[in-house]
C-alpha cells in the first residue's frame, strides 16, 4: 500500500497522483503506519490525524509546498526496514512519521536516521531510544512506552490493590508495558503472561486469572487483541475482578467492545474530554470529518503535524538546514491538544499522564474520560541515560 498525496495551499488534496518529485523548496513527508489487518484501526487514527492538522494549516506544513507519501509498514519489521529505506532514498523524504508499533520503531529507526531525515514518532516510544541509543533525529511526540504503564502501576498501589495479576503481548512494547506498572508498583505480582502479538483467544489465561483471584489485573493489548480480552473477560464473569489497562480500551477498541468495556481503566496522556479550547476544537473537527472518536494515536499524530509545521518555520523554510529544523523541534513551539508539553534531553515529551475511564456517552458512543490526574510534567526514566550530542 503506497499513496502520494500533494498538498498545497489549498485544502488537503485526497487524489493518488504519480507525478515526478516535488521542488527542492517544498518538503516531503512519509508516513508509516500499520494499516492492513486488524491493527489497521489504530494506523487509520493516526493517518487521519496528521492528514487534518495539514488540512488546518491550509495544506501546507511551515507555509511550504507539501508532499505526502502514505506507506503500510504491514507490522513486518523487515519490509518496514525496506520501505523507510525507499522513502528517504528514492523518494527523498525529509521527515518519516511512524510508526504505530515499538518493534516497527526498532527497524526503521536507523535507516531513516542515518539517511539523515527526521523520524517524528506518532506513537512508538521505546525505552532503547529513550536511554543510551537516543538519536538526535528521532522525535517521539507520544511519550516513552512505560510511562503510560506506570499510571496504573501507581493506582493499583494508591488504591490497595495488593495481589495484581499480568498479561501483555510478547514484544518490547509488552516488556516495556510490565516494566512500567512495576515500576510504580509495590505490591505482589500473583502471574505474569505474555501471549503471541496478534493472539485472540484468551480462555487459558483467564482460566489463571480465575484461579488466582487476584485484588486486580493490568494488561496492555492493542488492537484486535483488546477486542477479544475485553469481550471474554466479560464473558467468563470476571469483571468483578478490576480490569486495569492501557491501549486496551481506547477510542480505537470501543466501538467494537461498547458495552463490554464500560466501567474499565485505562492509562493516556489525553482523552478527548480534556478540557482545553484546541482539544475541544479538534475533537468536534475530528468527529465531524471522519465521523468516529479520535484517540490518543489521532491526537499525537496532529501534534507531529504541528511539530513539524513550527520546525520550518523556525528554519525559515529550509528544509535541508538540518540543525535549524532539530532546534525548531527542540523548542516544541506548538499549541499541544494535550496541554503542557515540552521535550526533554533525550527528545522524549515531559507531560502529564491521566486515569482514564471508558464511559458511553448521551449520543450513544463511547470514550475515555479523564478520571483523575496521576504524573504532572512527567519525565521518562531513561533520560539520564541518554548523552545526546547537541
Known amino acids: ?192 503472561v505474555f501471549v503471541p502479538l496478534g493472539q485472540l483467544d484468551f480462555s487459558a489465561e483467564l482460566a489463571q486469572i480465575a484461579a488466582y483471584q487476584p485484588d486486580a489485573i493490568y494488561t496492555f493489548m492493542p488492537g484486535g487483541m483488546g477486542v477479544n480480552l475485553v469481550k471474554q473477560y466479560r464473558q467468563a464473569g470476571l469483571d468483578t475482578i478490576p480490569f486495569l489497562s492501557a491501549f486496551t480500551v481506547d477510542e480505537t477498541t470501543l466501538p467494537a467492545q461498547q458495552d463490554a468495556a464500560v466501567g474499565f481503566f485505562g492509562g493516556a496522556n489525553w482523552a478527548p474530554d480534556l478540557d482545553n479550547e484546541a482539544s475541544k476544537e479538534f475533537v468536534a473537527a475530528y468527529e465531524e470529518k471522519y465521523g468516529a472518536v479520535p484517540g490518543t494515536y489521532a491526537m499525537q499524530a496532529y501534534d507531529a503535524a504541528q511539530l513539524i509545521d513550527s520546525a520550518i518555520k523556525a528554519a525559515g523554510g529550509d528544509v535541508s538546514d538540518s540543525d535549524a529544523i532539530r532546534a525548531g523541534l527542540r523548542a516544541a513551539d506548538i499549541t499541544s491538544l494535550r496541554g503542557d508539553f515540552k521535550f526533554g534531553p533525550n527528545n522524549y515529551p515531559i507531560q502529564d499522564f491521566y486515569l482514564v475511564k471508558v464511559a458511553k456517552r448521551d449520543d450513544g458512543k463511547f470514550e475515555t474520560q479523564i478520571a483523575e490526574k496521576i504524573f504532572d510534567d512527567y519525565a521518562d526514566n531513561y533520560a539520564s541515560q541518554c548523552q545526546m550530542a547537541k
Not at 9 to 19: E, Y
Not at 64 to 80: G, N, S
Not at 183 to 191: D, F, L, M, P
Open 1 to 192: 500500500m503506497r499513496t502520494i498525496l500533494k498538498v498545497g495551499a489549498a485544502l488537503l488534496a485526497t487524489t493518488i497522483v504519480a507525478g515526478p518529485a516535488m521542488a527542492q523548496d517544498g518538503v516531503k513527508i512519509g508516513i508509516m503506519l500499520t494499516l492492513s489487518g486488524p491493527p489497521a484501526v489504530l494506523g487509520e487514527q493516526a493517518k487521519n490525524g496528521f492528514e487534518l492538522a495539514v488540512e488546518k494549516m491550509g495544506g501546507q506544513l511551515g507555509g511550504i509546498p507539501t508532499e505526502i507519501i502514505v506507506v503500510d509498514d504491514e507490522l513486518k519489521p523487515d519490509i518496514a526496514a525496506t520501505k523507510a529505506r525507499e522513502l528517504v532514498e528514492r523518494d527523498g523524504a525529509d521527515f518519516v512519521v511512524g510508526p504505530i508499533f515499538s518493534n516497527i520503531m526498532q527497524a526503521i529507526a536507523k535507516p531513516v536516521t542515518d539517511a539523515g531525515a527526521f523520524l517524528i514518532s506518532p506513537n512508538a516510544g521505546t525505552s532503547t531510544f529513550a536511554g543510551a541509543e537516543c538519536n538526535p533525529n528521532l522525535f517521539v511526540a507520544s511519550y516513552q512506552n512505560d510511562q503510560v504503564h506506570e499510571v496504573l502501576g501507581k493506582y493499583a498501589q494508591d488504591t490497595g490493590y495488593s495481589r495484581v495479576f499480568l498479561m501483555a503481548p510478547n514484544y518490547q512494547a509488552g516488556k516495556d508495558a510490565l516494566a512500567g506498572f512495576r515500576h510504580s508498583y509495590e505490591g505482589e505480582v500473583v502471574g505474569e
